[in-house]
């Protein structure tokens, strides 16, 4: 299904729209949240405040990904090494992850959504399945298992498979430079003020747990449990509460149709898209779900 075929000009025109100063104030208030979460534990320590930073951090290295992916569509700054410099530095290096190669494999599975070419594929294929085999999945995410699982295969994918140690260290660093100097200043700073532990208790153990809840939660929902013929019918849209959308939908990546319908839409438009799509009338053809219940309910087998 084209775009253009379902807004008019001026419509599409108005989503295009970049606004640079927002991603400015949203890359510094996610950054300051965790800096905040840091500082709530340091000045309150107990298992309550722990709790509540380990949720908050978890949520803003998700939201990191989600920038990230905003970045690998070129939609962070109008200027493109900006949009890069912002989405590997403050973006995808401090999670492990990295801006250029998975622009590469995530313009593929726009391309070839809910194919054999999809890279996603393998996120869907699991759905559906037993209340007990989805429970195994959230318990492996809650306890680090999945994360653990995560981070260990792109360590070995960073280490490869050279002829040589020599060649195996020089790609490994090469590949995770950024990485390691992200996560070295966080380390840093924290140790600076004599909570260098904190690294590994409040940085660490939210990407393994919490973190890995949250993007398997979204991973479900975008595409799990559907068939289809077109962006309408193979890809779905949440609607949820704000509450929800800040740990599980940040920067509104819960309008997944309106995404891939307007890859070159940022963010803060994705809620116009819906709103033009709506008084066109083409609500009543899109995979809308109110909430994640109903989400479930289609990807459990009976």
Not at 239 to 250: D, E, H, K, Q, T
């Amino acid at each position: 299904m084209f775009s253009e075929n379902l807004l008019n000009p001026a419509e599409l025109n108005e989503l295009k729209q970049k606004k640079d100063l927002i991603n400015v104030f949203t890359l510094f208030s996610m950054w300051s949240q965790v800096i905040l979460a840091f500082i709530l534990y340091i000045l309150f320590p107990n298992l309550i405040t722990f709790f509540i930073s380990a949720i908050i951090i978890a949520a803003k290295q998700f939201q990191m990904v989600v920038f990230m992916h905003d970045g690998a569509h070129g939609l962070i700054f109008k200027n493109r090494k900006l949009n890069d410099l912002a989405s590997q530095w403050l973006c995808a290096y401090p999670v492990m992850t990295d801006t250029i190669p998975y622009r590469k494999v995530h313009s593929q599975h726009h391309k070839f959504t809910d194919t054999e070419k999809d890279p996603d594929l393998s996120l869907t294929a699991a759905f559906p399945t037993s209340w007990k085999s989805l429970a195994r999945k959230f318990i492996r995410d809650l306890t680090g298992v999945a994360g653990f699982r995560r981070y260990s295969a792109a360590l070995l994918s960073a280490w490869g498979n050279e002829d040589s140690i020599f060649k195996s260290f020089s790609r490994f660093i090469s590949k995770l430079k950024g990485f390691f100097i992200t996560n070295l200043a966080i380390f840093g700073i924290l140790f600076i003020f004599g909570y260098g532990w904190l690294y590994l208790f409040l940085w660490w153990i939210p990407m393994l747990t919490f973190f890995s809840l949250f993007y398997r939660i979204r991973s479900i929902t975008e595409h799990s449990g559907l068939k289809g013929s077109d962006d309408f019918t193979f890809t779905r849209t949440t609607l949820v509460p704000w509450y929800l959308r800040y740990f599980l939908a940040p920067l509104n990546v819960n309008y997944h149709i309106e995404h891939h319908l307007f890859t070159f839409c940022p963010w803060y438009n994705l809620p116009k898209a819906h709103r033009f799509l709506a008084r066109k009338g083409f609500i009543s053809e899109m995979e809308i779900s109110k909430g994640y219940l109903p989400v479930l309910r289609k990807i459990l087998a009976n």
